[in-house]
């Protein structure tokens, strides 16, 4: 097995989080944190959310991209290892939300950093975000379009 392989397989078996807010009103927080809980417990699936992006596979974040956090996103997207990942949480995230066409908004993630799954919604469920993640995996498995 390769070291590719073998990198491949465990960012597969257990994902790791970084979770960035970049002007949410933390009602998508308060469902990741739900996420995080025993009823979810999203821990046994292997997906774990770290204290740091240097130790980060994927960025969770939330909320619409400001014209103060654009750097700071861009800044930590580039701190996230190879080869990294980012889902957008939240209808903010996605698109600018409600915030959308406000004089310090930029719009959603996807202005300023890829973004490789998304989940919509205002906010999201828990379910909703685990799968979010379980689509992230599929695609890394090459199983999802």
């Known amino acids: 097995m390769s070291l590719y392989r073998l990198a491949l397989w465990s960012r597969i078996k257990s994902p790791w989080v ?9 009602a998508c ?9 025993p009823r979810f417990d999203v821990e046994r699936f292997g997906i774990k959310l770290v204290g740091s ?3 980060a596979d ?3 974040v939330t909320g619409p991209v400001t014209e103060q956090m654009a750097e700071r996103v861009k800044r ?5 290892p190879q080869p990294k990942f980012v889902i957008a949480v939240g209808t903010c995230a996605c ?10 908004i ?18 999201p469920r828990p379910e909703a975000i685990i799968k979010g993640v379980v689509l992230l995996l599929q695609k ?4 999802a379009k």
């Not at 970084?18 to 933390?26: A, R």
């Not at 698109?95 to 310090?104: A, D, E, I």
């Open 76 to 80: 930590i997207y580039e701190q996230v």
């Open 53 to 55: 992006p240097r130790h």
């Open 95 to 104: 698109s600018g939300g409600v915030f959308r066409g406000g004089y310090t």
């Open 106 to 123: 930029k719009g959603g993630v996807d202005t300023v950093i890829p973004v490789d799954v998304y989940v919509p919604g205002c906010p």
């Open 140 to 143: 890394l498995r090459g199983e």
């Open 18 to 26: 970084y979770h960035i807010n970049t002007g949410s009103c933390n």
């Open 58 to 60: 994927v960025l969770l």
């Open 29 to 37: 927080d308060i469902e990741i944190l739900a996420a995080l809980t």
